[in-house]
């Protein structure tokens, strides 16, 4: 099972647990991404984050899928943020279940970082001094 979806409200984690609960599984890894408050030694007030809808999307499936299919993965939630975030916002939420843990683990380690690389998001950092747009792969 998986369950995707970019939203401009804010995650839901307890509903994203449970979207990826199974009985058949002993593993379950839950990452969740939020807004920092310094960067670079910098102070961060927000962050401003824009996508490509359809191509994040397809983007996603696609790393959701391609877990599934490396490891023992029986269900996958991938949730991301879009829109003005303030310090302590949950940006990212991913949750991998799987019978065991080492597929879980692995799982949700390959979906955050090739989000990371290869779905079109990109965030503006809004800082005390000044704001700058970088790729949300770092």
């Known amino acids: 099972m998986i369950d995707i979806k970019l939203s401009d409200t804010p995650l839901d984690m307890a509903a994203c647990i449970g979207n990826a609960a199974d009985d058949a599984c002993g593993g379950q890894v839950i990452f969740a991404g939020t807004v920092r408050n310094k960067t670079k030694g910098r102070r961060v007030l927000r962050l401003e984050y824009e996508c490509y809808q359809s191509m994040a999307l397809k983007e996603i499936k696609k790393i959701a899928e391609n ?14 943020r879009v829109g003005v975030l303030g310090i302590g916002d949950t940006a990212v939420v991913i949750v991998v279940s799987a019978p065991h843990r080492e597929a879980a683990f692995e799982g949700c380690r390959y979906a955050i970082e090739t989000l990371k690389k290869t779905v079109p998001i990109w965030k503006k950092e809004i800082f005390e001094d000044g704001e700058e747009w970088v790729s949300a792969h770092t």
């Not at 877990?67 to 991301?80: E, F, K, P, S």
């Open 67 to 80: 877990a599934i299919r490396l490891w023992d993965i029986r269900r996958i939630v991938i949730h991301h």
